[in-house]
């Protein structure tokens, strides 16, 4: 069964496991930035750097459903009997064990007990949270697919030109929106949030297309990696000029939703594609962490906030050696219980 899977193209399988240690690394490299912004300049400008060379994370996940799922043909029923099902059992699974992990990680005195007091904190975390905060991701994915068959459809009636229109509009509105010259003040909180996630239609959009009508790219990996190295300058320097600027820290250039994201994604997508690994132990070993990746996405705050109790954290050494030394044990931990529970039979089709 191994052999026959490694016989197909595992560029999507690396670029899952990028994109899962990509994330896990932001988690730890953020408090980083924001504990040392006007303090340690230097300690900032590592955690500055590593966050910029991060900034793929969440667009190729997003290129990747595009990438897999529209480049297929979608019928409906099965598309929301199956594929649907698969995002929105394990959220179903995860949410209430944030809510208890949540529970449990509170103080004596600040842990509610009383039935009611636990209602009202649990929405309440909801509402402000979504009893954890990287689980947007997946409110953000629930609205995307329960669109897809939408788009599919849309998809078969619009050619090559048509595509490159809707991304050229996407991208000119995103270029208009960090520039603050876009604002959506007006809508409620919640509605400011689908707002959010639908922009991220475009990231669905591109990862069809890259799949669809650029299967074969003739630019020289050297280029590409040009390119992302310029990618992750303009990220750090831009940073640090409208911090110094306003004052404060100012990384509204990282945003996901971005111009700069958007290109160090389709580079990080587009090098991924050109690399041939031709290691069977290491196809296989990619394999396996690409296959985990869904659920460690979700389990690896909770491996965080345990380290950090137990002062695993950024500060038990000089971030050079700190930050990679509890990303290492981070992910070992987080395949390590995923790779545990998805053998319970029971659990596996809620593990992710």
């Given at each position: 069964?191994?052999?026959?899977?490694?016989?197909?193209?595992?560029?999507?399988?690396?670029?899952?496991v990028?994109?899962?240690?990509?994330?896990?690394?932001?988690?730890?490299?953020?408090?980083?930035?924001?504990?040392?912004w006007?303090?340690?300049?230097?300690?900032?400008w590592?955690?500055?750097?590593?966050?910029?060379?991060?900034?793929?994370?969440?667009?190729v996940?997003?290129m990747?459903s595009?990438a897999?799922l529209?480049?297929?043909?979608i019928?409906?029923?099965?598309?929301?009997?199956?594929?649907f099902?698969?995002?929105?059992?394990?959220?179903?699974?995860w949410?209430?064990a944030?809510?208890?992990?949540?529970?449990?990680?509170?103080?004596s005195?600040?842990?509610?007990?009383?039935?009611?007091?636990?209602?009202?904190?649990?929405?309440?975390?909801?509402?402000?949270e979504g009893?954890?905060?990287?689980?947007w991701?997946?409110?953000?994915?629930?609205?995307?697919?329960?669109?897809?068959?939408?788009m599919?459809?849309?998809l078969?009636k619009i050619?090559?030109?048509?595509?490159?229109?809707?991304?050229?509009?996407?991208?000119?509105?995103?270029?208009?929106?960090q520039?603050?010259?876009?604002?959506?003040?007006?809508?409620?909180?919640?509605?400011?949030?689908?707002?959010?996630?639908?922009?991220?239609?475009?990231?669905l959009?591109?990862?069809?297309?890259?799949?669809?009508?650029?299967?074969c790219v003739?630019?020289?990996?050297?280029i590409?990696?040009?390119?992302?190295?310029?990618?992750?300058l303009l990220s750090?320097?831009?940073?640090?000029?409208?911090?110094?600027?306003?004052g404060?820290?100012?990384?509204?250039?990282?945003?996901?939703?971005?111009?700069?994201?958007?290109?160090?994604?389709?580079?990080v997508?587009?090098i991924?594609?050109k690399?041939?690994?031709?290691?069977?132990?290491?196809?296989?070993?990619?394999?396996?962490?690409?296959?985990?990746?869904?659920?460690?996405?979700?389990?690896?705050?909770?491996?965080?906030?345990?380290?950090?109790?137990l002062?695993?954290?950024?500060?038990?050494?000089?971030?050079?050696l700190?930050?990679?030394?509890?990303?290492?044990?981070?992910?070992?931990?987080?395949?390590s219980?995923?790779?545990?529970?998805?053998?319970?039979p029971?659990?596996?089709k809620?593990?992710?």
């Open positions: 069964m191994m052999d026959k899977q490694l016989n197909r193209s595992l560029y999507i399988d690396l670029l899952r990028l994109g899962v240690v990509a994330v896990v690394l932001i988690h730890i490299d953020s408090p980083l930035m924001n504990m040392n006007g303090r340690n300049q230097g300690y900032w590592i955690g500055n750097v590593v966050m910029s060379l991060l900034r793929f994370a969440v667009p996940f997003v990747i595009g897999t529209l480049t297929r043909e019928k409906t029923s099965d598309f929301y009997r199956r594929r099902l698969r995002v929105v059992l394990p959220l179903l699974f949410l209430p944030y809510w208890l992990f949540r529970w449990f990680m509170l103080s005195p600040a842990r509610p007990t009383e039935f009611d007091e636990v209602v009202n904190w649990a929405f309440g975390l909801f509402v402000t009893v954890s905060k990287h689980l991701y997946m409110y953000m994915i629930v609205v995307l697919y329960a669109l897809m068959p939408l599919a459809g849309l078969k050619n090559e030109r048509g595509v490159l229109v809707l991304l050229g509009v996407w991208l000119f509105y995103l270029s208009l929106q520039a603050g010259l876009v604002s959506v003040d007006f809508l409620g909180a919640g509605l400011r949030k689908v707002y959010n996630y639908l922009l991220y239609i475009g990231y959009l591109t990862g069809y297309y890259l799949v669809r009508y650029m299967p003739k630019i020289r990996l050297s590409l990696m040009l390119v992302f190295v310029l990618t992750v750090a320097i831009v940073s640090y000029w409208l911090s110094m600027e306003s404060r820290q100012n990384t509204v250039i990282m945003g996901s939703l971005g111009v700069n994201s958007f290109v160090q994604a389709v580079a997508f587009l991924c594609r690399i041939t690994i031709k290691s069977v132990f290491l196809n296989r070993i990619i394999l396996w962490m690409s296959e985990l990746s869904f659920g460690v996405y979700f389990i690896h705050i909770m491996v965080i906030s345990l380290f950090y109790r002062g695993v954290f950024w500060t038990m050494a000089h971030p050079v700190s930050v990679p030394l509890v990303l290492i044990m981070v992910l070992m931990v987080s395949f219980l995923i790779y545990a529970l998805k053998k319970i029971f659990l596996n809620f593990i992710g």
